[in-house]
């Protein structure tokens, strides 16, 4: 098996379980040495072909893996040699760490220049326009919404934000 | 590629090379001209050592302009990042495997709460 070192990290593993699911994850979790073929991997990880298959193309989509194609000269059919590009995931969690920031800073907004009211019943946030919208019940179970405050929620993002601009050198002020 | 280990890597390092690495990795980035300065070498061997560890796949480097002259931004390799920094307790960040990032999205909602009342 190769890139051991990268599947031993528990983010990068659930980060391949996220992307191609349970019944990828056998295909995901245990990359080959070189080459291998579709039916191969079946064969060996005991699955059906097309969930190898699926498994295999959501790799692709991900820049994590790469095929070619060899067409038999007496049969004419084609086959598949797939082989794994795992030196792209730190690429891609990078990237995803980009995209998380961009979107806490995007949600900070909102929760900064909103106000909530709560049903502790339902446990249903709505806008301060939606609560009055609704006579401030909750439209559910119809027991009064309480203005609730979110600042625990920006703390806790503004402290990720500040890790993750640390940690990508992102110049908070640019 | 082939797949080799980075940490093999690593223990074939030099004294020199060994504390540069350190250093790129502490500050998270640093232009060439800093870069020397702070391991107290001369600019030559800076350059030397920026060189090798580039050639080893150990660290980025890229054109950049710095106090008027022209130098090099020396930054860690995306291996080094802290990826935990995208989970809210056992949570990963709900855009992974989705083109489209929605700020607002229920799942998303899930992750803050998450980061706020589990870590």
Known sequence: MAFEDLLEDPVIQKYLHELVGPTGMPVAAAPPDGEVTDEELAEELDLELNDVRRALFILYENDLASYRRLRDEDSGWLTYLWTFEYDNIPENLEEEMYRLHDALEDRREYERNHEFYLCEICSIRFEFGEAMDFGFECPECGSPVESMDNDRLVDAMDDRLDALEDELNIDADA | ?119
């Open chain 2, 1 to 119: 590629m082939v797949a080799v280990s980075v940490s093999e890597t690593e223990a074939e390092l030099t004294e020199d090379e060994r504390a540069g690495l350190e250093l790129v990795r502490e500050t998270g980035g640093i232009h060439q001209s800093d870069f020397w300065k702070e391991l107290d070498v001369s600019s030559r061997k800076g350059s030397r050592i920026v060189e090798s560890l580039v050639e080893k796949g150990l660290v980025d480097r890229e054109d950049t302009i710095y106090n008027g002259h022209n130098t090099y931004y020396i930054t860690p390799i995306a291996r080094d990042l802290d990826f935990t920094l995208l989970m809210a307790g056992d949570m990963l960040s709900p855009f992974i495997g989705e083109d489209e990032v929605d700020p607002n999205s229920d799942a998303f909602s899930q992750w803050i709460m998450n980061l706020a009342y589990e870590e």
